[in-house]
């Protein structure tokens, strides 16, 4: 008996639970006697309810409110939604910001709407009158719902001039632009700047001087100096691209320039960028994105022969040479004035052995048993660069799986040979995907990540090894085409160079048995040495 009362109590509690979101489903599918209080405080049930996270609670409870607001709320949705406004304060600062963003952007769908048109410009003045509330301080909402409810209501100046002095006189005007003038000062001085030009270009109030975008770029808020000298004229335009030319940011330079046809004032921008933009993929090692992003201008062929000259990628720098003509750019170049860059590593001073390239099944097999006899290896993989967003990686060429899965199992199997690597996990992801179904890349053994061991270390596996060992290593040929056959000899010495420096980091490492992974930190690196066992159908991490 206890049993069934105790199963009948609860059925109770869960039909009345469902009665009242029926309840509450009934009041949204007909708004027309449902008051903005009521409204807002079943909005907040109704995203209590249930255990999904909040982002697709909020989702479909967004979806839920577009609906809702076609279901005749009075006076009309807009005035609804203004009235909404006042009350979700009440709601707590929990629900206040994502509440009112939700609201403000479903009204987009009834602007279109002739029915609410009406209701639109009568609730234009409401929403002026919350605006001064907000303000004022009297209706707690954050700045940023104050910039959307100007934009969703499209407030003017004569709006807020009716609801400070009920009407839009050019007296009430005037006094209207200097009431909101202060409210900007105070903006200012509580450093709101994006807020504040918000207001000085909506309502033309003039309060500022080319200090103000000073402190708008120092702040970073790049989008509201532009915005903000846009409203200033021609003359703080200018002086906003020089600012950016001074700083280097040539891009948003360039941008102004041809959005507001300023090409006459600064006709050396657009070329400026461009050389940037070269130089910017030329450090990423992505030579040949830059030669097509060149379009074959002489000038900017020019200077990418000399960016792969100063960064000793002379295999490129031929290749250009041949295909654009260039040698005579070349010969009149004096090698002092080319700045040397850095030195970097050389292979042929770290490995003593000659190295092994393989291109074949015996060839492997062979260079397996040497690796096996080998306690501690580098572990590096390079692949063609794929820039193609979505797209499938790059696969490596199966030849013979069978023999393929044994031989790399013997190396990521055992136990008796220390695997090294740098961010080894993404080698690792990309050997599983570029050999398809290999099952020797579910299981490792014996695996140390030295990235690991610097996580305080910065500019890579080249950085370190700059920390460490006194050089970088040059990676002009990073992102070269690592399918093609044969690869050149500059591409083999790369391809080595990066797994013999994870030895010789380890060697250094390993003579300092408390080496600190950061300042004041000391770790054993024995402590980072992992092994892995990946879930088949989901990767896992180190």
Not at 157 to 162: F, G, I, T
């Amino acid at each position: 008996m206890g049993c069934s009362k105790a199963e009948t109590q609860e059925d109770s509690e869960i039909n009345q639970y469902n009665e009242e979101r029926s309840l509450c489903l009934h009041s949204f599918s007909d708004l027309s006697h449902v008051s903005a209080a009521t409204f807002m405080y079943l909005l907040k049930d109704c995203y209590l309810y249930g255990t999904d996270k909040a982002t697709p609670k909020f989702k479909i409870l967004q979806l839920q409110v577009k609906r809702a607001l076609h279901n005749a709320p009075q006076p009309g949705p807009f005035t609804y939604v203004v009235q909404c406004m006042y009350i979700i304060p009440l709601l707590g600062k929990t629900y206040a910001e994502g509440f009112s963003h939700m609201l403000i952007s479903s009204l987009r769908h009834f602007k279109s709407v002739k029915s609410g048109q009406k209701d639109f410009l009568d609730a234009k003045r409401l929403a002026a009158r919350l605006i001064l509330d907000i303000v004022a301080s009297i209706v707690p909402h954050e700045e940023r719902i104050l910039v959307k409810l100007l934009e969703a209501f499209d407030i003017e100046l004569r709006d807020m001039a009716h609801a400070l002095y009920g009407s839009d006189s050019d007296e009430d005007l005037v006094k209207a632009r200097e009431h909101l003038k202060q409210y900007v000062q105070c903006l200012m001085e509580s450093e709101s700047y994006v807020t504040a030009v918000n207001l000085i270009t909506r309502f033309s109030i003039q309060c500022c001087d080319e200090s103000f975008l000073t402190k708008l770029i120092e702040n970073n808020h790049f989008e509201a100096a532009e915005k903000w000298a846009v409203f200033m004229g021609k003359e703080m335009i200018c002086l906003i691209i020089q600012t950016y030319l001074d700083t280097k940011m040539l891009k948003r330079a360039n941008e102004l320039v041809k959005q507001h046809d300023l090409t006459e004032e600064f006709p050396d921008v657009n070329y400026l960028y461009k050389e940037s933009v070269l130089k910017k993929l030329a450090e990423k090692g992505c030579w040949d994105i830059a030669e097509v992003r060149a379009k074959k201008e002489t000038k900017l062929m020019e200077y990418l022969v000399y960016l792969a000259m100063e960064a000793g990628y002379m295999e490129k720098v031929e290749e250009l040479c041949q295909q654009y003509s260039l040698e005579g750019y070349v010969n009149s170049l004096v090698p002092e004035e080319i700045c040397c860059g850095p030195d970097y590593l050389d292979l042929k001073k770290l490995v003593l052995e000659d190295i092994i390239w393989v291109d074949e099944i015996d060839g492997l097999l062979n260079a397996i048993s040497y690796i096996e006899a080998c306690k501690i290896i580098g572990v590096d993989c390079e692949w063609k660069p794929n820039f193609q967003k979505g797209s499938k990686p790059n696969k490596l060429y199966e030849d013979d799986p069978k023999v393929l899965d044994s031989c790399f199992r013997r190396i990521m199997c055992s136990s008796n040979i220390l695997k090294l690597g740098y961010n080894l996990q993404c080698d690792l992801h990309q050997l599983s995907q570029s050999y398809g179904e290999l099952k020797c890349f579910q299981s490792y053994e014996m695996l140390l990540d030295i990235q690991k061991l610097f996580k305080g270390a910065t500019g890579g596996l080249s950085g370190l090894s700059k920390k460490i060992l006194g050089a970088g290593l040059n990676k002009t040929r990073r992102n070269s085409n690592w399918e093609q056959r044969p690869l050149t000899q500059n591409q083999k010495e790369y391809a080595a160079l990066d797994a013999v420096v994870l030895v010789h980091i380890f060697h250094h490492v390993k003579g300092q048995p408390q080496f600190g992974v950061t300042e004041g930190c000391k770790v054993e690196w024995k402590s980072h040495i992992v092994s892995r066992v990946k879930n088949s159908r989901s990767p896992s991490r180190f």
